[in-house]
C-alpha cells in the first residue's frame, strides 16, 4: 500500500517543480558551454549565405546602408550581425552610411560601426558616414528613396553632406549597393513597401529569432536578397567571414540549453500523464 | 586613466541592474522596481533629447534659418501641427490635437494602402503563382489555399470545404510551431547576452 503513495508524491512533486529551480538550471546550461568555450560546427544556411554572396558581389568603393532598428534589449541577436556584416563590408573596401529609425539603438549601431572601421584603418567621411536618426518610419525612407537630403541635409555631428567626401555623389537609393536593415520590430516591412518596392532597394533583412519567421515569405519572393534570423543567423554569417564573435561562442549554450528545454517539456508530460493513470486508478 | 574608471563604473553599474532584473526571477522585490524605474526614466530622457536634437533642431529651427522662399515658411506649417499636438496636456484645448491626429492619421493610412497593395499583396500573390512541377511549390500552393479556407467564415466548414480548413489548420499550427521554436531561440539568446557580459566584462572569465 505504502509504495503507490509514495509514487503518488514523487510525480506530484515533479509536476509541480519549483520554477526557480528550472531558472537555475537553464542557467547552469547556459553557462557551462561558455565557460569551457566549446566549440560547435555552424551550417550555413541558404539565406544567409545569399546576404554573403550579395554584399560579396558589390564592387570596392560600393556604398551599403545601415538602419539600425534595435535596442540594447536585442543586442545579444542583432549586434553579432551587425559586426560580422560591417567586418565583411569593410574588408572588401566598401563604404558605410549609419542611420536609424529608433534613437535608442543609434548607440549600438555607433559603437559597432566606430570599433570596426578602426580596426580596417578606415576615415570617417571617407569610408564612412553616420547621418543619425529621424522619426518618420515609412516617411523618411520613402523621402531618401526621392531626395536624401531632405531628410539628412547633415550628418550626425552638424557637418553638412556635401562636405563629406564619400557623400559628395550620393542622392538617393540609386547610388546605394544596398540596404542592411537591423531590426527587432516591424521595420524590415516599412523598407520592403517602400524601400524594395517602390525603389528597387536591395535589401537585406538582419531581425531577431522571433521576427526571423515573418520574412521567409519576402525571401521566397526575391523580396528581399537575405535574411539573418537570431543568433544562429550572426554564428553562420561571422562562419562566412571567418570573424569569430558572440554569434560562434553562443552555438553550443544555444544547443544544450534547447536539449534541456525538449527534455523539460517531455519531463513535464510524461509526468502530467503518469499522475492522471495514477488518479484514474485510484479512482476506479 | 579617466576613461578608465569611467568603463570601470559603467560595467558595475550594468551588473547591478543586470543582477536586479535578474532577481525578479526570484521574486518581485524593490531592486527590480528601482532597475525598471531607472530603465524607463533614461529611456524616457534619451528619447527626448535625441528628437530635440536630431529632428525638431535640424528639421525645423536650422532649415527654418537656412531656407529662403516657400520652402522656408512651408516649414511652419508642420510644426504648428506639431504645437497643436502638444495641447492635448491642456484639457480645455485638447481637442485641438485632432486636427494634427487626424493629419498623421490621413498620411500613415494613404502611405499604408498604397505600402501594402503594392509591396505585399501583389508581390507574395505573384510569388505564389508558381508552375506545379516542383514539391515545394505544391505543398506551398496547398498551404495557401487551405490557409485562406480556414480563415474564410461565411461558410459552414463542413464537407470538401471542411476538410481544406482542417489541413489549413495544420498548416497554421506548423507555422506556431516555428515561430515558438524561434521564439526560445531569442529569449535564450538574451540570457546568452547577459551571461557572456557577466563572465566577460565584469569577470574576465572567458
Redesign the interface.
Known sequence: MSAPAARKTWLERLNHIDR?LI?VI??VV??IP??L?LTSPVKVSHEVQIAYDFIQSIPAGGVVMFSVDYDP?????LQPMILAILHHCFSRNLRVILTGQL??G?PLGIEALESTAAQFGKKYGVDYVNI????GN??VI?AMGRRLRDMF??D?R?TPLDQLPMMKNIRNYDQIAGVVDLAHGGTP??W???G???YGVKLIVCT???G??DYY?YL????IVGLL????GAAEYETLVKAPG?GL??MP??SW??LA?IGLILLGNLTFFLNRRAKNAENA | MAANLANTIGVWMAVFFTLAILSF??KDNPFYKLAEYVYVGL?AG??LI??MF??VK??IV??FL?EQGFERYIIIFPAFLGALMLCRMIPRIAYVSRVAIAFTMG??AG??VT??I???IL??V??TMLPLNDINNVI?LVGVISTVVYFYFSREHKGAFGVAAKVGIIFVMI?FG??FG?????R?????????FL?HDWLG??
Request: no cysteine; charged share 10%.
Open positions: 526557480r531558472f537553464v542557467f547556459v553557462s561558455m565557460l568555450k534589449t536585442s543586442a545579444p541577436e534613437a535608442v543609434m543619425g536618426y529621424r522619426p515609412q516617411a520613402v541635409a547633415t550626425y552638424g516591412e516599412l520592403i513597401q517602400f524594395q518596392a517602390r531577431t529569432a522571433v526571423a519567421p515569405n521566397q519572393a526575391k523580396q534570423g537570431g543568433m544562429r558572440l561562442l553562443a549554450a544555444q540549453v534547447h528545454i | 526571477l526570484y529611456s534619451y528619447w535625441y528628437v536630431f529632428d535640424p528639421m536650422d532649415k537656412q498620411i500613415s502611405l499604408g505600402g501594402a503594392h509591396g505585399m508581390p507574395q505573384k510569388a506551398m507555422s516555428a515561430a524561434y521564439t526560445v531561440m531569442a535564450i539568446s538574451l540570457l546568452i547576452g547577459r551571461a557572456y563572465f572569465i572567458i
